[in-house]
């Protein structure tokens, strides 16, 4: 009898589990060429390149991106994506997912899925269905009913899952924590959290289907970068670095930036999910995201915690100055209002400060002892060790799902322009049944991809 790869991964690990996995997967050790996993690569530009850099000690067995020409010649001056595509001459290359699965669903332990925002949910629910472990991009999902499917299909099928908000993997988030539960800031009331990275494509000065259609380029497979959306002429103001501004795709600046800057406040406070969103925007164009918006959220009392109030600033404005002096971060970050004082935790939590800066030196030696593990190597590495490990990676749906519900909510009210009063047991807007329609996508799936 022979005895196989797939076969030594699936027995090496009987003997008891922190995870039941549909297909259990040995303790890590020295990676070997026999222990890789065999992943896939959904969306192999932007943040797919990523994955490809952080995975050259897996096995990267299939790529598929609707434009190969984009995905297989990067820009000359990425030579280090070009030298980690080459690392992996043998891998397939798809246009559809669907297709992939179906020829090579039996050589595919994991996949990773670095697509637009409105694509997240048929392709991770089909690599779910097909029991594969999944790293899924932030926001998780375009919408709140999608979030709560998935994580709902994820954790019946056991699968290991990481949503890419890299911050929760970063040091700045777990200080803030720490310091936060040490009580260094007493009880904290108030967030403000925000982001002024100037980037094309997350509002549209115009209305994008008024021009005259435009002819795709030969090696984009419109048809499938569409998906489940509406079918639409094609214009490449809409579909190439453009598409977060319009919300059949994306979720705008909020959609991409708010998992990043809201998530030390969620993690450090333990926020659950908001009782209400109130938005308040400059006029947006049909069917795209204004250029500028303020969030309120609200979150009721915890035990043993006042109420927290939390803020969004993007588009050109900031929060109000914390301390004199004090500087903001154009790719953003969040500041923490406590009884006791103010915290600054950075872009993508990678570092967290004490306010005024003064407070920050006279504690030095004094601060909360460091309790919270580490992770090395970055969300990714964590994904796959806990893939092989049978635990849990920092921002694994359960944790993942509530936070994209924030941020989401948030996209809802700005789409909804007003104030939303949330029933999060029953997941319905309570005071405006217009803004339902938010809830979920806001469209019709078109039929054919699995959802």
């Not at 589990?17 to 192999?44: C, D, E, F, K, T």
């Not at 798809?94 to 595919?108: K, L, S, T």
Request: glycine share 10%; net charge positive; aromatic share 10%.
């Amino acid at each position: 009898m022979s005895f196989t790869r797939r076969d030594f991964i699936r027995t090496a690990s009987i003997g008891g589990s922190v995870l039941i996995l549909p297909r259990g997967l040995r303790a890590q050790g020295v990676i070997s060429p026999n222990a890789r996993l065999q992943l896939a690569v959904i969306g192999a530009g932007g943040r797919g390149r990523t994955a490809l850099n952080a995975l050259q000690d897996e096995q990267i067995v299939a790529f598929c991106d609707v434009d190969h020409a984009r995905a297989r010649e990067p820009h000359p001056q990425e030579k280090k994506v070009k030298n980690a595509l080459n690392r992996f001459p043998d891998a397939k290359w798809f246009h559809d997912y669907r297709v992939m699965f179906e020829r090579m669903a039996d050589q595919i332990d994991a996949v990773v899925i670095s697509v637009p925002d409105h694509m997240h949910f048929a392709i991770a629910m089909t690599a779910i269905k097909h029991g594969k472990h999944v790293y899924v991009e932030k926001p998780l999902c375009h919408c709140v009913t999608e979030v709560r499917a998935l994580h709902a299909a994820a954790r019946k099928a056991g699968v290991v899952t990481q949503m890419g908000n890299q911050g929760r993997a970063a040091e700045g988030i777990r200080l803030a924590r720490e310091w936060v539960q040490a009580g260094l800031l007493g009880h904290v009331h108030t967030v403000h959290a925000w982001t002024n990275r100037s980037m094309g494509g997350y509002s549209h000065p115009a209305d994008v289907d008024a021009a005259p259609p435009e002819s795709p380029p030969s090696s984009l497979h419109y048809d499938l970068w569409l998906g489940v959306a509406p079918e639409r002429p094609y214009r490449k103001i809409r579909s190439h670095g453009s598409w977060r501004g319009c919300a059949e795709y994306g979720g705008g600046t909020l959609g991409d930036w708010g998992c990043h800057q809201m998530d030390a406040a969620f993690y450090a406070l333990d926020l659950g999910l908001p009782i209400s969103v109130e938005a308040a925007t400059t006029e947006p164009k049909k069917n795209t995201f204004p250029v500028t918006i303020t969030l309120t959220y609200r979150f009721a009392a915890r035990p043993n915690r006042p109420p927290v109030e939390l803020k969004w600033f993007d588009g050109g404005l900031l929060p109000p100055q914390p301390v004199d002096g004090f500087k903001f971060d154009a790719n953003g970050g969040s500041i923490f209002y406590g009884e006791k004082g103010i915290m600054w935790v950075n872009s993508h939590s990678a570092s967290a400060r004490l306010l005024p800066e003064k407070w920050m030196q006279d504690m030095r030696g004094a601060l909360p002892p460091k309790t919270i593990p580490r992770v090395t190597g970055g969300p990714h590495i964590e994904w796959v060790n806990a893939i092989r490990n049978r635990t849990r990676c920092g921002s694994d749906f359960d944790y993942a799902a509530p936070l994209a519900e924030i941020v989401l909510l948030g996209v809802a009210a700005v789409r909804a322009r007003t104030r939303l009063e949330w029933d999060a047991k029953n997941a319905r807007v309570t005071n405006h049944a217009f803004a339902n329609q938010f809830i979920g996508p806001g469209f019709q799936y078109r039929p054919g991809w699995g959802v």
